[in-house]
């Protein structure tokens, strides 16, 4: 399956469990890997026969930055939600990480693989 790769897409929102967390907007990374059919698209040279990443990334940035989630594991999951929505998506891999949430580590996060439903 033919894969669309949206790297390192950056959002500024409320995550966390600690008070400190939920007081003022964190970095957060937003990797996704959309599965889809895109052997039409690359007959026709028609983005209308694609899946708009920009389109995702904008709904995947705007959530993260509004839904103040707890949990990395949550907000993920919202994401992979969004882009199984999204029509021709059938796979999405979506990896979320808070940049220095643990010391002495570059980030910590999550990444979950969820399919639509037949």
């Keep these: 399956m033919d894969q669309i790769i949206i790297r390192d897409l950056s959002a500024r929102?409320?995550?966390g469990v600690?008070?400190?967390e939920r007081e003022?907007?964190?970095?957060?990374?937003i990797n996704i890997v959309l599965f889809a059919d895109l052997s039409r698209a690359g007959e026709t040279d028609?983005?209308?026969d694609s899946i708009s990443y920009r389109t995702i990334a904008k709904k995947a940035q705007q959530h993260a930055?509004?839904?103040?989630r707890f949990t990395v594991e949550a907000l993920a999951a919202d994401i992979a939600r969004l882009c199984l929505e999204?029509?021709?998506v059938e796979k999405v891999r979506v990896r979320?990480?808070?940049?220095?949430?643990?010391?002495f580590s570059k980030s910590v996060g999550v990444e979950i693989e969820?399919?639509?439903q037949p």
């Excluded at 003022?24 to 990374?29: R, S």
């Excluded at 930055?65 to 103040?68: G, L, S, V």
């Excluded at 979320?96 to 010391?103: C, D, M, S, T, Y």
């Design 13 to 15: 929102g409320i995550i």
């Design 96 to 103: 979320v990480e808070k940049p220095g949430a643990v010391r």
């Design 65 to 68: 930055e509004t839904a103040q």
């Design 18 to 20: 600690n008070d400190w």
């Design 114 to 116: 969820r399919s639509r």
């Design 46 to 48: 028609d983005l209308n």
């Design 24 to 29: 003022k907007p964190q970095e957060i990374l």
């Design 86 to 88: 999204e029509p021709g």
